[in-house]
C-alpha cells in the first residue's frame, strides 16, 4: 500500500495570513499515463469531505484562487494564502494511483 | 441537485451483521464508480471498498481489512448503493461515506451513517 504522510499535524493562522501544508507518498503517484494522482480534501467539524484539488493542482469547480496546490512524484504542497474563518478544519491528501485508496493522516488548520 | 444520502447504520454487537445503504438523486448511480469511505471517531478517512460503473461490468475491490467480511452492491431500479457489512468488529465502529467518482476525481460525498459495533 502506498503511505501518505502529512505535515504538520496542526496549523494555528491568523486569518488574513497563508498556510501550507505538506504530503509525502511513499511511491511515486505519477502513473503511466502521464498524470499524478493525488487530490486534497478539506473536512469541515461535522460535515462530509469536500474536494478541493484533483490531480495535484487542479482547482475543483467553487474552489476559491487562494487554493493552490503543487509538487511532483513523491512530494506535494497546499498552499492557502489569505486564509478565510471559512478555510479552517481538517485537510487530508489522498492518492488513487494504485487501490487501496489511502488518504494523509489530516492537518487540522485552526484559528489563532 | 447532485446528492448522496447514506442509511441504515446503528448498534451491533460483535460478529453482527448491517447493511447500509447509498441513495443517490441528480445522478444516474450506474454511470458512476462510486466508493465506501470510513472515519472512525476522531481518526482520519479510511478507504473501504469501490464498485465500478455499468460499463465496467460492476467489478468491486475491499481493502484488506474489510475482504471477505464486507461486501458492495447496487439497485439501478432504486439508484442505489449497499454495503454487507458481516462479522462485524469493534474497530468496524466508523461513519460511512458514500462517495462518486466523476471521471478522475471524488466529487461528491454523502453525510455519512454511523455504524457503532460493542458488546
Known amino acids: 500500500d502506498i503511505v501518505m504522510t502529512q505535515t504538520p499535524l496542526s496549523l494555528s493562522v491568523t486569518p488574513g495570513q497563508s498556510a501550507s501544508i505538506s504530503c509525502k507518498s511513499s511511491q511515486s503517484l505519477l502513473h503511466s499515463d502521464g498524470k499524478t494522482y493525488l487530490y486534497w480534501f478539506l473536512q469541515r467539524p461535522g460535515q462530509s469531505p469536500q474536494l478541493l484539488i484533483s490531480e495535484v493542482f487542479n482547482r475543483f469547480s467553487g474552489v476559491p484562487e487562494r487554493f493552490s496546490g503543487s509538487g511532483s512524484g513523491t512530494d506535494f504542497t497546499l498552499k492557502i494564502s489569505r486564509v478565510e474563518a471559512e478555510d479552517f478544519g481538517v485537510y487530508y491528501c489522498m492518492q488513487s494511483r494504485q487501490l487501496p485508496l489511502t488518504f494523509g493522516g489530516g492537518t487540522k488548520v485552526e484559528i489563532k | 441537485d447532485v446528492q448522496l444520502v447514506e442509511s441504515g447504520g446503528g448498534w451491533v454487537q460483535p460478529g453482527g451483521s448491517l447493511r447500509l445503504s447509498c441513495a443517490a438523486s441528480?445522478?444516474?448511480?450506474?454511470?458512476?464508480?462510486m466508493d465506501w469511505v470510513r472515519q472512525a471517531p476522531g481518526k482520519g478517512l479510511e478507504w473501504v471498498g469501490r464498485t465500478t460503473n455499468k460499463a465496467n461490468n460492476y467489478t468491486t475491490e475491499y481493502a484488506a481489512s474489510v475482504k471477505g467480511r464486507f461486501s458492495i452492491s447496487r439497485d439501478d431500479s432504486k439508484n442505489s448503493l449497499h454495503l454487507q457489512m458481516n462479522s462485524l468488529r469493534t474497530e468496524d465502529t466508523a461513519v460511512y461515506h458514500c462517495?462518486?467518482?466523476?471521471?478522475?476525481?471524488?466529487?461528491?460525498w454523502g453525510k455519512g451513517t454511523t455504524v457503532t459495533v460493542s458488546s
Open positions: 462517495a462518486r467518482w466523476d471521471y478522475d476525481y471524488l466529487d461528491v
Open positions: 441528480g445522478f444516474t448511480i450506474s454511470d458512476h464508480y
